[in-house]
């Protein structure tokens, strides 16, 4: 009896494995993939867009005042402040002249003289 009981359970647990395993439908992977490949890039896309638009901030001190203050800008205004940089620099050193005469200092004055 005992043999027969272990047997149908056996037989039961064996359908119920197959009906479970029958009755679900393949998942296609592609669609999956791509979708997940979507997703991810667009994430990638929306993290590249906010690095352009965290803020800097740092504290300088305008000339003419002791008072520092608190400068903020964006990551791509301050890689286009770099790059007006950069030109001005370079236009400074084309256009400028390759020898420029240093003028001569005055005399110093005369000493005075010593008194008796």
Known sequence: MKGEIRA???AVAAVAMLVGCASKEPVSST???ASARGETSA????LADNANEQRVCRKQ????T????????TQ???KAQHERTGE??????TNAPT??????????PPNPSPRP
């Open 8 to 10: 149908s359970l056996s």
């Open 76 to 78: 791509a205004e301050l």
């Open 61 to 64: 001190t305008p000339l003419g």
């Open 99 to 108: 020898h420029q005469a240093i003028p001569d200092r005055p005399p110093p």
């Open 43 to 46: 994430e990638y896309q929306r």
């Open 66 to 73: 002791r008072v520092p203050t608190v400068v903020c800008v």
């Open 88 to 93: 001005v620099m370079h236009d400074l050193q």
């Open 31 to 33: 669609s999956a993939d």
